[in-house]
């Protein structure tokens, strides 16, 4: 040990000559602050650069170790799931539900019940439970409603569409013009009255069967007369509805057009 500090000291010596030989030789003057100074940042500089260089390994040996140990336990845990999955893949599933199972019941919880849907029914922990036959259909029931919000009603929109700051004449004349057209001046919107018609009438003619199931009043009743009946029911809707638009309708159109008339005539005299 003693050997050792000696040559520290030898070595230290003999590069303060050099220093101070070769300092003498281009003319400076060496005196004591400036060794000490000079000495002072040379050691802070080589334990900064020894604290960044420690820092610098200790980081990439606990980068390594973290990687290696990681591989490690995928690879153990990989081949468990292989096994556990009867060789069918190489997965880390079936590990990591054991192990949620298990910390579920060291924390008093129990096992999340395992529920399995097919078409054979519903399964819970592999007991059966009875669903009626069509449960299948009802994932489609929630699309179809919202299919059928978005419908708007086209006589409603014309309604709304009509702006009296842009119109020389009624709001209430407009909409009424525009239904006309809906309703008349094309095939499409009297097929949406006429169907409007015929579901109401299917609604009504439901309730009154239902009705009369529960009071067992149509128990004798036959087929043909029951069809018969719906048919004629059809016709006198359809011809009342005719006969109220030929008659009333526009009827009420006309007289609006004359007041109309009337209103703007009495504007010219004024």
Known sequence: MDGIVE????TFQTGAN???????????????TTIISTVVSIIALYFA??????????????????????????????????????GR???LLPVVNAL???GLKMLGWGSLPQVEVGPAGLRVNGVKMELPEDFHQYGNAWKKFKRSSKRTNKVRSAFDSTNPKKSNQDPITDAAAIAQRLLV?????????WQSVEVIQKGVADSFDALRSSLGLNEDVPEAVVEEDTASRKESIWADLRN???????????????EDKDATARTNSR
């Open 244 to 258: 109220w638009w030929e008659n009333e309708a526009w009827k009420g159109l006309d007289e609006d057009e004359d």
């Open 100 to 102: 949620f199972a298990y």
């Open 89 to 91: 893949a190489f997965t």
């Open 49 to 86: 650069l020894l604290s960044l260089y420690r820092t610098i390994r200790y980081a990439i040996r606990t980068a390594i170790f973290i990687i290696k140990w990681i591989l490690i336990i995928v690879i153990i845990a990989g081949s468990v799931g292989f096994v556990m999955s009867g």
């Open 185 to 193: 001046g094309n095939l499409g919107g009297m097929a949406d009255a």
């Open 7 to 10: 040559n520290i000291l030898q």
């Open 18 to 32: 050099i220093i101070a030989y070769l300092a003498s030789q281009a003319g400076y003057e060496i005196d004591a």
